[in-house]
């Protein structure tokens, strides 16, 4: 059983803690970690939000939200009910001026907390919740503030919004979220590639033929349709979470794990990313758009139907892309991305697909000859899958098979793994911004994005439909099949 470190005693507010990311990821996350015993009971959870409600009804609509997002095998009572003793509640307008003399009046109950101050709302409102607290004094050195992506819609509002937070927080005391990094298999890059010479060594052009990303989601737009449609699978998966696994597998190593030390390697990752062209737009790209089909065995409306209606949309659901990171480790290697909803399972996963061996002594009926394979799983089960080539037991001359070389996490540790949010949510109290985005990784990567939207812009196409439960247009296979590979599909 790994040893749980307490942190600094905290108190914690929450804008927007009526919303629908409070409900499901926050206060389940903040649970967990004070029924492992890591918050001190010193410590208070403070929502904030517009709603005119009593801390007895905040803490009443906690303990359902609970009830709904955490598993009963995980629900102590006891613990429960210890932690809704730490749930406070302030209505504050983020926009305007009510209830932030109530807020100060609360944190001045405790001036020595650290105050972690999460900005679980519109990115609309980032500037002025921050202009408030500055105003009523309420940010101090021992302040942090948590920015949830999206950062902007593109590079012109991300630094819109950089340059309103940046007012009034020190870049050092601001964390941009971006809940990937806090997967327990995507910091396993880390160690996997610079504690393990065997991986290090072979991370190379030579040995590495291509790579590949992908995050699929089963689900399609939910309630969040109007925000979707204005943003589309690039702005909300490719900017973010997408380039951040590829930036930790692409990255040189660090001097030190010190924050920037790693963010200075991922950003240069960012700036070797060679631009999307309106010249090759059409022949590295693929944007799709689910149409009715079957997800699980159940029947599922198309993207259209469940924007409200058949009025057609341009906005891409699933997006596949062939990048180059224009260096000298990875010059001549391919990484297919790809991302969707109405996939047909819930993963994430990079593949590392090894380049074949030059010469073989076996026979060629022997085997198919297939390469070795690094299979990293970020879910459903969090884990490392090596591929190997070894003979088949028993007689009858040498015959090969691929066997896996298989980590799973949670079976091999025998413990339950902290969600990212858990995670994350600890490093702001202790103010380790090592898994944060910073201000300039942002901007490059809006950057680049900005680059591939307008060459989508000049070559104005339709998304290409795929029907519910694919793995996407069949223009996404024929991306990677013309280059003679294919895209790794194994239902877990």
Known sequence: ??????????????????????????LPALYYRFKDGQIPGTSRIIGASRSEMSVEAFRERARDALKRFVPARDLDEEKLAAFLDHLDYVAVDGAGDDGWDDLAARLAERPDQVRPYYLATSPDLYGSICRNLASHGLIGEKSRVVLEKPIGKDLKSARAIN?????????????????????????????????????????????????????????????????????????????????????????????????????????KVLRA????????????????????????????????????????????????????????????????IRTGKRLPQKLSEIVVQFRASPFSIFPAESFGREPNRLVIRLQPEEGIKLEVMTKDPGPGGMRLRPTNLDISFEETFKQRYPDAYERLLMDVVRGNATLFMRRDEVEVAWAWADSLLKAWADRPEPPRPYPAGSWGPTAAIALIERDGRTWHEEMH
């Open 163 to 267: 340059d309103a937070v940046g007012e009034v927080f020190p870049e050092e005391q601001i964390f941009r979220i971006d809940h990937y990094l806090g997967k327990e298999t995507v910091q396993n890059l880390l160690a996997l590639r610079f504690a393990n010479t065997i991986f290090e060594r072979l991370w190379t052009a030579d040995v590495i033929d291509h790579v590949q990303i992908t995050v699929g989601e089963t689900v399609g737009v939910e309630g969040r349709a109007g925000y979707y449609d204005t943003s589309g699978a690039l702005r909300d998966m490719v900017q973010n979470h997408l380039l951040q696994l590829l930036c930790l597998m692409a990255m040189e190593s660090p001097l030190t794990l010190d924050a920037n030390s790693v963010r200075d390697e991922k950003l």
């Open 273 to 336: 990313l060679k631009p999307i062209t309106p010249n090759d737009v059409q022949a590295v790209t693929v944007r799709g758009q689910y149409s009715a089909g079957a997800v699980d065995g159940r029947p599922v409306e198309g993207y259209r139907a469940d924007l409200g209606g058949e009025t057609a949309s341009r906005t891409e659901t699933f997006v596949a892309l062939k990048l180059e990171v224009q260096s000298w480790r990875w010059a001549g290697v391919p990484f297919y």
């Open 1 to 26: 059983m790994a040893t749980i470190i307490p942190v600094a005693s905290f108190d914690c507010v929450v804008f927007g803690a009526t919303g629908d990311l409070t409900t499901r990821k926050l």
